[in-house]
């Protein structure tokens, strides 16, 4: 069975720094693309960030780009989301969610989430 | 920037009713990279539909896509109590590399 368990998520000052981890199993990691997506309260869905199969290729949203840092191991079957610079703005649920190339890139495995609070 | 605006925001129909959602996009979007997810409270998001009409996985047959360059459509042909929830579309290979619609809530009316 395929999970993706996402942890990491608290209560952060303005300015400050969280990673979010992203554990998955029941798949081999290293064949399929990753990405995180966000959810403000009470909101749609936003696409943050892209990384490839092997790490050369990383995609960042423009709200995140610059502050956020998508990494993986494939090693530890782990994907990770480095959040610098965190604004009251960047308040939601984070998850981590598996394309699928024959599925037209769609994701059809996605965490529970983890949510993360930026406030003083 | 590729933007998609999904129609109507709300839309208020009973079970057993057929229900049309709509997703435009700003430019052109490949049928092959146009989804659909459905997002029940509390929940992650599900997806419904890859390339714009197949069914992901165990989705039942009362779901379909159809559509093409930049107007997309999701029928649910008859609505179960199951299936109110909030609608996105979704494309991949634009600027930015992904966009979500804004989601049409499905509620019972």
């Known amino acids: 069975e395929v999970q993706l368990v996402e942890s990491g998520g608290g209560l952060v000052q303005p300015g400050g720094s969280l990673r979010l981890s992203c554990a998955a199993s029941g798949f081999p990691f290293s064949s399929y693309t990753m990405n995180w997506v966000r959810q403000a309260p009470g909101k749609g869905l936003e696409w943050i960030s892209y990384?490839?199969?092997?790490?050369?290729?990383?995609y960042y949203a423009d709200s995140v780009k610059g502050r956020f840092t998508i990494s993986r191991d494939n090693a530890m079957n782990s994907l990770y989301l480095q959040m610098n610079s965190l604004r009251a703005e960047d308040t939601a649920v984070y998850y981590c969610?598996?394309?699928?190339?024959?599925?037209?890139?769609?994701?059809?495995?996605w965490g529970q989430g983890t949510l993360l609070t930026v406030s003083s | 920037e590729i933007v998609l605006t999904q129609s109507p925001g709300t839309l208020s129909l009973s079970p057993g009713e057929r229900a049309t959602l709509s997703c435009r996009a700003s430019q052109s979007v490949s049928s092959n990279y146009l989804a659909w997810y459905q997002q029940k409270p509390g929940q992650a998001p599900r997806l419904l539909i890859y390339?714009?009409?197949s069914r992901a996985t165990g989705i039942p047959d009362r779901f379909s896509g159809s559509g093409s360059g930049t107007d997309f459509t999701l029928t649910i042909s008859r609505l179960e109590p199951e299936d109110f929830a909030v609608y996105y579309c979704?494309?991949?290979?634009?600027?930015?590399?992904?966009?979500f619609g804004q989601g049409t809530n499905l509620e019972i009316k």
């Open positions: 390339g714009a009409s």
């Open positions: 969610a598996r394309g699928v190339r024959s599925l037209g890139y769609g994701f059809d495995n």
């Open positions: 979704q494309q991949y290979g634009g600027s930015p590399l992904y966009t």
């Open positions: 990384i490839s199969t092997s790490s050369s290729t990383m």
